[in-house]
């Protein structure tokens, strides 16, 4: 069983939409979660960091954190034609990072 | 600009050839790490250090060795290339803990052929 798992799409949402992505893990003494965008052709750019449950907003990013159901989510409000990228959940167990193989996001103008 | 610089950037290989990625930082981050990123599959872990002096291996590890002489340089070496080594290698970096999340180098596209 992978340690982070997420839909590896395509997700298609239409321009001003909001894209909502989704990740789970196993390890439950994971503390800290990460989002990271990348790009096609282009290194993953940390995005999004949360360590607590509930809601953490940025802009027109909100994490969300459930650790009782292990599971972490992206909300991408106002979707832009930019935003289309690979997005990856990592996980932070005991200093070592577990990515998700990412879910790839196209916004359609 | 404070970050991680990775050379070459892309490199086709003969099969059987040494090589040597390289990777400096500037953020005096403790903890550096090696990534390949394949179609499909993610990011995998290669080896990692998590101070100078030391290094560790991770979920993929053969066929690569690395060295941390100092705090900024971490090194990828492929004493015998094959194709199945062609990938994309990132080199990321953190402060011990990971609390605060990698930073990233811009990658090296290697081709073994």
């Known amino acids: 069983q992978k340690e982070v798992e997420q839909n590896s799409g395509p997700l298609s949402v239409p321009e001003g939409a909001i894209a909502s992505l989704n990740c789970t893990y196993s390890?439950?003494?994971?503390?800290?979660f990460f989002w990271y965008r990348q790009y096609s052709g282009k290194s993953p750019e940390l995005i999004m960091s949360i360590y607590s449950n509930g809601d953490k907003e940025d802009g027109r990013f909100t994490a969300q954190l459930n650790k009782a159901s292990q599971y972490v989510s992206l909300l991408i409000r106002d979707s832009q034609p930019s935003d289309s990228a690979t997005y990856l959940c990592?996980?932070?167990?005991?200093?070592?990072?577990?990515f998700g193989t990412g879910t790839s996001l196209t916004v359609i103008p | 600009i404070a970050g991680i610089t990775q050379a070459p950037t892309s490199q086709i290989l003969a099969a059987g050839r040494r090589m040597t990625l390289r990777c400096t930082q500037d953020m005096r981050h403790n903890a550096m790490y090696w990534y390949r990123q394949d179609l499909g599959l993610g990011l995998r872990l290669i080896h990692y250090?998590?101070?100078?002096?030391?290094?560790g291996k991770g979920e993929v590890p053969d066929g690569y060795s690395v060295s941390r002489a100092n705090t900024d340089d971490f090194p990828l070496t492929l004493a015998s290339a094959v194709p199945s080594q062609t990938s994309v290698y990132f080199c990321?970096?953190?402060?011990?803990?990971?609390?605060?999340?990698?930073?990233f180098g811009s990658g090296t596209r290697l081709t073994v052929v």
């Open positions: 390890d439950r003494v994971s503390q800290s």
């Open positions: 990592a996980v932070n167990v005991g200093n070592q990072f577990y």
């Open positions: 990321a970096s953190s402060a011990l803990g990971g609390d605060y999340g990698y930073t």
């Open positions: 250090s998590n101070t100078a002096g030391t290094t």
